[in-house]
């Protein structure tokens, strides 16, 4: 897969899903689903290093939200143990349904760490930042920085940490850390004064006279397309008739005209535009499909299964097999990266023979 919406469709799609549903089965096989494609992105592409797993740390976060829901909210009739006193929110019963009902937020903040870590894998800075309307060009300047902040940061930690172990410096404890922090604070110092200087003599934010007035205009569309647009949400709100939706559609038309005319005023060159190819239109059509079985009442789908709730007793939660084979449709990406790492493979030993 090329083409960057997709890749942005598909973590969309993630996101859709992961909150649509409070049913751990349908979770579990979601973070399994993009746990995969993650994987197949790491066979065949490099990644930078990480100084923690990501693993323990989305375990840290189920472990957190399952203890946090549990001192916090005592409901349900499966009662573990009680915490004696008065103390504001914490006293009182633990439940085993409070329990869950956090392990499955926990659930949900992973689905979507995962979500965002496989598309950081996917796409690299300047495809992100491609994405964004030329009318933000500072905007996606300064984003593309804070984006690649922390895989340099993450290396120059790399780097540090092997000087010291030359050196003979173990890292056993806490405070074995305390030498890596003035060599990572003096080279981002570095690197930021030589951004800086790279930027001013490139003329970074520069603007020829007479271009801010001719923003004017369009920023003044976009104005009242936002005011449009909350007019009609709150007409919305108090009636049921079509006036909101009109508003709000004139709103966005107004919001799109404005980018539009404010981004032929900023100049941006494109080497190489990507194309859209069979695996994207496969990818958006399984999506799609997948959140059109878990939204819509399709009969024999098994829709009433994503939502799940223990209280007040704890059930098993169900489960639709054909529900579950639509969340397959996340693992398209995966197949596609897996196809073409193997044809890679195939092309670059045919021509080590051949050479």
């Not at 993450?154 to 010291?164: G, M, P, S, V």
């Not at 799109?256 to 494109?270: A, E, K």
């Amino acid at each position: 897969m090329k083409q960057p919406w997709a890749w942005v469709i598909w973590l969309v799609a993630v996101l859709v899903m992961l909150t649509i549903t409070r049913n751990p089965l349908y979770l579990v096989l979601i973070i399994m689903c993009v746990a995969f494609v993650g994987l197949a992105l790491r066979d065949i592409g490099e990644s930078f290093p990480q100084p923690f797993s990501m693993w323990k740390f989305a375990g840290w976060i189920i472990l957190l939200a399952t203890a946090f829901n549990a001192l916090t909210s005592h409901f349900g009739d499966t009662v573990l143990f009680t915490i004696p006193g008065n103390i504001p929110l914490i006293s009182g019963n633990v439940t085993l349904e409070a329990m869950v009902y956090g392990a499955t937020n926990g659930l949900i903040l992973t689905g979507m760490l995962a979500g965002f870590t496989v598309l950081n894998l996917a796409l690299p800075v300047r495809d992100l930042i491609s994405l964004i309307p030329r009318a933000f060009f500072p905007v996606a300047v300064v984003t593309s920085i804070a984006v690649t902040y922390l895989p340099t940061t993450l290396r120059q930690i790399q780097q540090i940490r092997e000087a010291q172990e030359v050196r003979g410096h173990q890292m056993r404890s806490l405070r074995d850390w305390l030498p890596l922090l003035m060599p990572l604070l003096v080279g981002s110092l570095e690197h930021a004064m030589q951004l800086a200087e790279a930027m001013t003599a490139r003329g970074f934010a520069s603007s020829k006279p007479g271009t801010s007035r001719q923003a004017i205009y369009p920023r003044l569309l976009m104005l009242i397309g936002v005011l449009l647009l909350a007019a009609g949400w709150v007409v919305q709100l108090g009636t049921t008739g079509w006036s909101g939706w009109v508003l709000i559609v004139l709103g966005i038309i107004l919001v799109i005209s404005g980018l539009w005319s404010l981004g032929r005023q900023s100049r941006r060159t494109v080497y190489h535009r990507p194309g859209w190819g069979w695996q994207d239109g496969l990818v958006i059509l399984g999506v799609v499909l997948m959140i059109a079985a878990g939204t819509l009442p399709i009969p024999g789908m098994g829709g009433e299964t994503m939502y799940y709730e223990p209280y007040p007793v704890l059930k098993l939660p169900g489960f639709s097999l054909w529900m579950g084979i639509s969340l397959l449709a996340l693992l398209i990406p995966g197949l596609v990266a897996i196809s073409r790492g193997a044809k890679e493979k195939r092309f670059s030993e045919v021509e080590k023979a051949g050479g």
